[in-house]
Structure formats: C-alpha cells, structure tokens
C-alpha cells in the first residue's frame, strides 16, 4: 500500500465513523510519513495529528488498529 492510498483509507475510516467532511480529516491527519524499515522494524509509517482534541483522539484510536493490519507502507 502507499501512503497517499493509507490516507485516504484514514480518511474514509473517519468520516464514516466520525462524520465530517474528507477535506476536514485530511487538515487533521496531515501527510502520512514514510521511515526506513531498517530503523522502523514494526512499522514504517507515522502521521502527526492535529485538531481538537476529540479530532485527536479518534485519529490516534484509529492508528491503532490501521497499525496492526497495515504496518508497512510505500512512498507515494
């Protein structure tokens, strides 16, 4: 998977659950950044959040398990 694909499935992810609109989850989840996987052995992908804080924390609950199912991820 690249990581333009992993953000647009956060993206569906939270304006499913969420509500909102799509430009408003992509603000908030910001870009996906892709790290070596020689130094990121368990996963090689990260975003840094912004929002209020309930916008935080449903982005923060979904990496969670987006994490578990999708912990590698190409540049693009």
Known sequence: MKASELQDL???SLVRT???TRRQWRIA???V????RATHPH???SVS???SAAEISAIERLLDDVR???PFVTAG
């Open 33 to 36: 950044k892709v790290r070596d």
């Open 43 to 45: 996963c090689n992908w």
């Open 29 to 31: 989840i910001g870009p």
């Open 68 to 70: 578990l199912s999708q």
């Open 18 to 20: 969420r509500g909102g």
């Open 10 to 12: 956060l993206i569906t």
């Open 49 to 51: 959040p912004s929002g």
